[in-house]
């Protein structure tokens, strides 16, 4: 069984549907994990909500979701990202609203936890390192947790530390220490590759597969336009920081 994991689409359809196309390439998909922040940032709020949807995926709520429903306030975004979440929401209708609001903190699935800040604190803490993986292994009943929010590819793997993938990926075998992994931004990567991020967990293999995908970033710049988001979103997807 083939699980394709994203997170932090952030309203970047096209990235998305690239990221579906290049994981269904190398074998078929039988199912679908999203770590949450579907929306916010991006030009397609509401087809992200419906692609994501369809793919009956497992999901949970990242903090950009959580400001669009207006679960959270948005003070605590800076001045481009609370624009950019406010208009989302703006974009939502009954439907991917309720879908949002439905959307549990945690999941656990498989013998991971799937969260999108870390397990202590679902929403807002980032996963930045050794120290924050050890205390999320230790807060957790399941083997390895799978983290989003941070915008950065990784893996670690307790007692041997923290990996990056190159540009041909990173392959995380599940039969060492117990894991950490993000498998990156699918819309909007801060790791300085602007290809979109995913991973694919493979039961069978029992190993995780870091990749990269890419698409095509002016599409989604010329829709953020149109939609008057604010510039230094836009111009930041070209660099993927
Ligand atoms: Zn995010």
Do not use: K
Not at 19 to 45: H, K, S, T
Not at 99 to 122: C, I, K, S, Y
Not at 132 to 146: C, E, K, Q, W
Not at 164 to 184: A, Q
């Amino acid at each position: 069984m083939r699980t394709l994991i994203v997170s932090d689409v952030h309203s970047n359809l096209t990235a998305l549907d690239a990221v579906i196309a290049a994981a269904g390439a190398e074998g078929p998909l039988d199912a679908v994990w999203c770590l949450g922040d579907i929306v916010g940032y991006g030009p397609w709020p509401l087809e992200t909500v419906r692609r994501i949807r369809s793919l009956g995926a497992v999901c949970i709520q990242g903090n950009h979701d959580a400001g669009a429903i207006g679960r959270i306030s948005l003070d605590t975004f800076n001045h481009a990202a609370r624009e950019a979440c406010r208009w989302n929401g703006q974009q939502l209708d009954d439907e991917a609203r309720s879908f949002l609001e439905g959307l549990p903190d945690t999941v656990a699935v498989a013998g991971f936890t799937l969260v999108h800040g870390t397990p202590r604190d679902p929403l807002w803490e980032y996963l930045t390192s050794h120290t924050d993986a050890v205390a999320a292994l230790g807060s957790i009943d399941t083997r390895d947790v799978l983290v989003g929010h941070t915008h950065h590819q990784f893996a670690f793997e307790d007692g041997r530390g923290a990996a990056l993938p190159g540009l041909g990926g990173l392959t995380v075998p599940r039969d060492g220490g117990r894991l950490v992994v993000n498998p990156g931004s699918v819309g909007q990567p801060r790791d300085h590759d602007p290809r979109a991020a995913f991973a694919v967990y493979d039961s069978e293999a029992d190993a995780l597969f870091l990749r990269r995908a890419a698409y095509d970033v002016a599409a989604t710049q010329r829709a953020m336009e149109q939609a008057g988001l604010p510039e230094p979103l836009i111009s930041r997807l070209s660099v993927g920081r």
